[in-house]
């Protein structure tokens, strides 16, 4: 649960979500919600986004390595997520 694994099809499998920023209830995915909370985003009290993805690469988090200068200045992808 909260793996991101690259996908080259153009829907999910069975049981897998794609990273486009969707709202999610976070009851009816708790599991994910326990381990990505609101770090993506959220609508209300009873949602919660995936993180979006589309035309973006992954980038680990700089965790004090000093190699993401840059790291101060981003935002957040929605509204109440993580930045820096």
Do not use: E, K
């Not at 080259?8 to 049981?15: H, K, V």
């Amino acid at each position: 649960t909260g793996t991101i694994i690259a996908y080259a099809g153009d829907t999910a499998p069975a049981g897998w979500l794609l990273c486009d920023g969707t709202a999610l209830n976070r009851t009816t995915y708790s599991a994910l919600f326990a381990v990505v909370g609101t770090r993506f985003g959220f609508g209300d009290s009873s949602n919660f986004r995936v993180p979006d993805l589309r035309g973006q690469f992954l980038r680990g988090r700089d965790g004090g390595a000093g190699r993401d200068p840059d790291r101060a200045s981003r935002t957040a992808m929605n509204s109440g997520g993580a930045t820096g």
